[in-house]
């Protein structure tokens, strides 16, 4: 019997009262969580708040483009950075249906990061929003993930140097497990321009170790020097309950203490969560 493909789902998506054109077909699941308000609401909460007409939105992290056209609904300019190949078709079709959206997004077709160049992608489930640089994911319990592209990587610092960061209202960066490497490589710049950043904690993908406990505390040492490459912030955020909660460095100190105890007192996988950390000068 011969393979048949299924039709595009062709539909208008609505957040927070603003309305965009989707090809649902793919992963339809969970644009209906995003329209309910089901998937991370603060995002969207922080896009409202720091995005303009007269301003940029820098995504790194697109994948198949909700904060992209939602950003792209407010900001003057959107540049989106999205490195996995199964994504990236899916995001293309989503700019295509919304021409008006998609002339202010620049898509660039690759991960930002420390150096221009090339690097593996690693994802055993590729296009499911997991892609990484890290090839062993920690979440519930390590697991090491297969090669299945090399992608360009664009130099974090070069990038953010050639732009006019005085127009820059957000960056957006949720790259699984990148921000470590990522946040301290361009830490002066953001200490010089401070724009407000989103940025998504990965910590459980630092787990480079069969050990547990080595693991827990590289965990928490790397998320601690990252909250100090942004310690200029005098306001940090986190989501909490599906809203921007404020002392977020606090909790997020907090949240990473317990995780550890945790592990280091039973002996079971790591597990310290996905933090939606929001800053802001």
Same mark, same amino acid.
């Given at each position: ?6 039709p595009?789902?062709?539909? /208008? ?15 339809t699941?969970?644009w209906?969580?995003?329209?309910? !308000?089901?998937?991370?609401?603060a995002?969207f ?5 720091l995005?303009?007409?007269g301003?940029t939105y820098?995504?790194?992290g697109?994948?198949?483009? %909700?904060?992209?056209?939602? &950003?792209?609904a ?11 190949p /199964?994504?990236l078709?899916? $995001? ?17 077709? %690759?991960?930002?990061?420390t ?12 296009g499911?929003s %997991?892609?990484? $640089? ?5 979440y519930?319990k390590t ?16 990038f ?6 005085s127009k ?5 960066i949720?790259?699984e497990g ?17 724009p ?9 993908n630092?787990?480079p170790?069969?050990?547990?406990? /080595?693991?827990?505390?590289l965990q928490?040492?790397?998320? !601690?020097a990252l909250l100090?490459?942004?310690? &200029?912030?005098?306001h940090?955020?986190?989501?909490k309950?599906?809203a921007?909660a404020a002392? !977020?460095?606090?909790?997020?100190l907090?949240?990473m ?6 592990t280091m007192?039973r002996?079971?996988?790591?597990g310290i ?7 802001a000068?």
């Amino acid at each position: 019997m011969m393979a048949t493909i299924p039709p595009e789902d062709i539909r /208008t998506i609505t957040i927070n009262e603003t309305s965009f054109t989707v090809d649902a077909s793919y992963n339809t699941k969970w644009w209906g969580l995003v329209e309910s !308000g089901s998937w991370e609401p603060a995002t969207f909460q922080a896009i409202d708040r720091l995005v303009d007409k007269g301003s940029t939105y820098i995504d790194v992290g697109a994948w198949i483009g %909700g904060t992209v056209l939602y &950003g792209a609904a407010k900001a003057s300019r959107v540049i989106a950075f999205e490195p996995d190949p /199964t994504a990236l078709a899916n $995001l293309k079709n989503n700019l295509a249906v919304n021409p008006d959206l998609a002339a202010k997004i620049e898509l660039v077709e %690759g991960a930002l990061g420390t150096f221009d160049g090339e690097a593996p992608l690693y994802n055993n489930s590729p296009g499911d929003s %997991g892609s990484s $640089l890290f090839s062993r994911f920690g979440y519930k319990k390590t697991v090491e993930q297969k090669k299945f592209a090399d992608i360009k990587l664009t130099d974090g610092r070069r990038f953010l140097e050639n732009l006019d960061m005085s127009k820059v209202s957000l960056i957006k960066i949720d790259i699984e497990g990148g921000e470590y490497d990522l946040i301290p490589h361009i830490a002066d710049i953001l200490a010089t321009h401070r724009p407000s950043l989103h940025i998504s904690f990965h910590p459980f993908n630092i787990s480079p170790s069969n050990s547990e406990t /080595t693991n827990a505390y590289l965990q928490m040492s790397r998320s !601690g020097a990252l909250l100090d490459c942004l310690s &200029g912030y005098e306001h940090i955020y986190v989501e909490k309950d599906g809203a921007l909660a404020a002392n !977020g460095r606090q909790l997020i100190l907090d949240q990473m203490r317990e995780k550890a105890q945790f592990t280091m007192q039973r002996c079971s996988p790591t597990g310290i969560s996905c933090s939606k950390l929001r800053l802001a000068p």
